[in-house]
């Protein structure tokens, strides 16, 4: 009955609905007006989200998402020859990865917002120190440089297929002392960092179709009701 | 795919997805795991939540709930003859009404876990000052006992019937300073009071069968993951 908005990719949207998640302040925008799922994999790239596509965006399905967020990079700009290799998705690979995904979510339904964010820049000094409990590291297994070439491939797709395109890379750097300010560990969000990521979702949502503001309660709000009468305003809102 | 949580109430559940909501703390314990979708209506009673059934639980639905909330009574437990009578139900219909929602619930799906929970307790001295931007009354619109009798009849019919319940209104009363420590203004809950939802609804839930940390992960962890075939994986737990 309510629109769904669902949010795919990678640990960065799973934590999304954790304290201060960007994930649930979404979720509270559109506050009784659309649904906000979560579809977040810590740990995998656009290679292992192929698998779930058809999982998670069944092909017939009669209501499929209103929108979806693909946010996915983090671990594909991860280096060969460090730490974590083994999530490393080489950059031509990544951009077919995301087509792919956006393909098959347009099959879904041609009308769906889908939304490309990159992944966030990368802290290298603290991502030295937290590999995943391992022994601090003299080369970092992800490189900022890295990473903004990923994002700068998103966009660019995003541009190609015509889609709205949210650049965090770029975004987070506009602001002095982002790598504290915006990431935690050197690669997943603050408080803060999940605040810029709200308020740019919002923002592309806004640009789109899909308002809150302007979206309508799935139910009479309680001062639209006459209380002598409430079968009336549901009468209205619910035939 | 993924079992949906829905949380059925009045604005105590609507404001559980905002920042430090038992809402999203709930999502996040089941995270990749089950759904947590609110159903949350603000000012709503129970005689308006009649009027919800149907639509939000429809009969023959193939995916029902694995588990519901039924979390109303503080509306229902305004005072006659104050300034929010229009939202009072006498407690015999609001026992009524909440018996014709869980009668739903389980027609719904038998299996259902259906889970009351009372409404919190009123700090009267609160309430008078925070009634809707009016003036400060010299009486409360609600009183502490009387939400105690609503929760009284609830916690009777949830063992009338056989269902998990939780006394929020007792519960609440337990810890000293409870009228600044869990509520907001007297009514609605700090991020303390949204703790002291979520961690009994987790409880309730653990006694039941829908214990967070023995459900499957809807896809595999990362971590079982053989990344030079990654498609073993998703062949095993997705066929």
Redesign the interface.
Known sequence: ?RPQIVLFGDSIT?QS?????WG??L??TY??KA?V??R?????NT??AL??LH??FPLGCVTPPVATTVFFGANDAALLGRNNE??HVPIEEYKENIRRIVKHLKECSPTMLVVLITPPPVDEERRKESVYGKKTMELPERTNEMAGVYAMQCVELAKELGLPSINLWSKMQETEGWQKKFLSDGLHLTGKGNAVVHQEVVKVFNDAWLCASEMPYD?P???A?D?RD??KA?QQQ?S
């Open positions: 009955m799973e609905f954790g304290p201060g998640g649930t302040a979720a509270n506050s009784r649904d799922l979560v977040g994999y810590g740990g995998y290679r292992l698998f779930l999982h998670i083994r999530q139910f709000h309680h001062s009701i209380w409430p079968g549901f619910c």
